[in-house]
């Protein structure tokens, strides 16, 4: 019984979730150019004009720090953040570069919540150190490049419990959200707790953007009341549906609308989420587009990482600071705020991904994975 | 509420309303009071200088609610509550009162913070050139609007931050 049990967890851990390494690496491209127009971690140099009596860090490490350090320490925390994303998103030194990432971004946005908000962005923060030797650096990267000239060791390309261990993470995340709503009522067929929130955010906090006004005149309690089913469910399905990838990634579909839903009537961004669940799709048939250039380039830059790496942290750092500019004078335009407005290209983007995904058969990429697997072991 | 940090926890978002109930929170109306008797009001925004992070109203309410906003969000508008919820929520309370509001409480009385003080009036001084800021005030509101009705919100005087900036 024990030997059956051992025999699941492990083929749960280290089968259930690999994805191949050219999947992998585009996903950690794609995730270091979010990190660079999302401006994570960001500048926060503003923070040493505050009084000392504005920093109240939460219960934590931050309260290790007596007060606000000078400008000087939060531009050499932007600076280090930079030169991270751009060793991740070349691919160089890339565990190490994932640990000075989540590192990095931890301290950063542990300043900033120290003044009386925690924004819920824990799931960028942690997946680069959950992915830190997942093998997302042997594809793609100056890594592998480094390999194939130097023979040094590869990376395993599956059988690897980086995004099993994530995808417990944000089920077990789902599942603290989802016990205060159980035991608060959500699901009582009298209350309407989406649309609580809804109004105290209009009148109270003033977040009258996008669809979250019109919202407000909206009467239908069956859609509140289905509002309210479909958030408490879906939160509670994450923890179980880890077990298997296909019921995980259908969570994550239904989490990608229920997403989009609150930017646009609560205007709460959660970019970065969809950006997480983006791990556990596979990409390989993009990656297949994407390889052939990617290799030349890599090639071209291998010579020289020491000055490739602050290059790109240089014009990293300058399109996460255009992009919030541009996003900014957008949003004057139209009435809304940027960083809004960012969000909500990234999460469109995601549903429909997810509806390209659905339309393609959903799940096939898994079971082609799984023969994959079958045909190498039987090799 | 105060939580942990860093914490592997999403919001929990437990309060629920049902038709008819009132949806309760706080605004606050923030003003500077200068020597030739004008009040002039602004915003979180103004006052605090530099757009999110943080957001400037979330520093307004942190800094300027007398006692502390967390202690509102316990005490004041979880009516209706489960008594599990409850609990956990009082339980989180008392963490941040043995752990974190000590923190505070060694800082003494916020209002005769030099370097607060200082700053307070750097800001407060560019919204009337010429005259010196007297004092600085937040006035609490605490507002509700009825779930159903497209009535504006009903806002009453809950409570007020005040620091007499005369001497320096």
């Not at chain 2, 508008?77 to 339980?91: A, E, I, P």
């Amino acid at each position: 019984m024990i030997g059956l049990a051992r025999r699941e967890l492990d083929r749960w851990l280290f089968d259930e979730y690999s994805v191949g390494p050219r999947s992998l690496g585009l996903f950690r491209i794609l995730f270091a150019a979010y990190l660079f127009g999302a401006q994570a971690p960001p500048l926060l140099a503003h923070l040493a004009r505050y009084p000392d009596v504005f920093f109240d860090p939460p219960l934590g490490f931050m309260q290790l720090f007596g007060g606000l350090p000078p400008a000087g320490f939060f531009w050499a925390l932007y600076g280090c953040g930079l030169l991270a994303n751009a060793a991740l998103l070349l691919g160089w030194r890339t565990a190490w570069a994932s640990v000075a990432c989540t590192a990095l971004m931890l301290l950063a946005f542990g300043f900033s919540y120290s003044f009386g908000k925690i924004d819920h962005n824990v799931p960028i923060v942690i997946l680069p150190l959950a992915m830190a030797w997942s093998g997302w650096g042997s594809a793609f990267s100056l890594d592998a490049l480094r390999r194939r000239t130097f023979a040094g060791p590869v990376l395993p390309s599956a059988g690897n419990p980086s995004l099993a261990i994530l995808a417990l993470l944000v089920g077990f995340m789902m599942w603290t959200a989802a016990v205060p709503k159980l035991v608060g009522g959500w699901l009582h067929p009298e209350f309407s707790a989406v649309r609580g929130y809804l109004i105290a955010n209009v009148h109270g906090s003033g977040q009258q953007q996008l669809l979250a006004h019109a919202a407000t005149a909206f009467n239908s309690h069956v859609f509140w009341e289905l509002a309210d089913w479909y958030t408490v469910l879906l939160e509670f399905a994450f923890l179980p549906a880890v077990l298997r990838l296909r019921t995980f990634r259908w969570c994550l579909a239904g989490a990608c609308l229920f997403h989009l839903g609150i930017l646009l009537i609560l205007n709460i961004p959660s970019a970065g989420f969809v950006l997480v669940y983006a791990a556990f799709f596979n990409w390989e048939a993009l990656a297949e587009r994407f390889g052939s250039r990617s290799d030349v380039l890599a090639e071209k830059s291998a010579a020289a990482p020491g000055l490739l790496v602050p290059v790109v942290a240089v014009l990293g750092g300058l399109l996460g600071w255009g992009l919030a500019r541009g996003w900014d004078v957008v949003g004057v335009a139209l009435g809304c705020q940027g960083s809004l407005l960012g969000a909500l290209v990234i999460e469109v983007a995601a549903v429909l991904s997810v509806a390209a995904w659905l339309l393609r058969g959903a799940g096939t990429d898994v079971q082609r994975a799984a023969a994959s697997r079958r045909l190498r072991s039987s090799r | 509420m105060s939580e942990p940090y860093p914490a592997l926890l999403l919001p929990g978002f437990g309060r629920v309303l049902k038709a008819g109930d009132d949806s309760v929170f706080l605004r606050p109306e923030i003003s500077a009071h200068f020597a030739d008797g004008a009040r002039v009001g602004l915003s979180a925004d103004r006052l605090v200088g530099h757009p999110a992070p943080p957001p400037p109203e979330h520093v307004v309410r942190n800094m300027f609610y007398p006692g502390g906003v967390r202690r509102y969000h316990a005490s004041g508008t979880d009516r209706g509550q489960s008594s599990v919820y409850d609990s956990l929520k009082r339980l989180q309370l008392w963490l941040s009162d043995t752990f974190v509001f000590r923190r505070r409480q060694a800082r003494g009385d916020l209002t005769e913070d030099p370097e607060l003080r200082r700053w307070l009036r750097d800001r407060l001084v560019a919204l009337r050139p010429g005259s010196p800021v007297t004092a600085f005030e937040v006035e609490w509101l605490e507002c509700r609007v009825t779930l159903g009705r497209s009535d504006p919100a009903r806002c009453s005087p809950r409570e007020r931050f005040r620091m007499d900036l005369r001497t320096p």
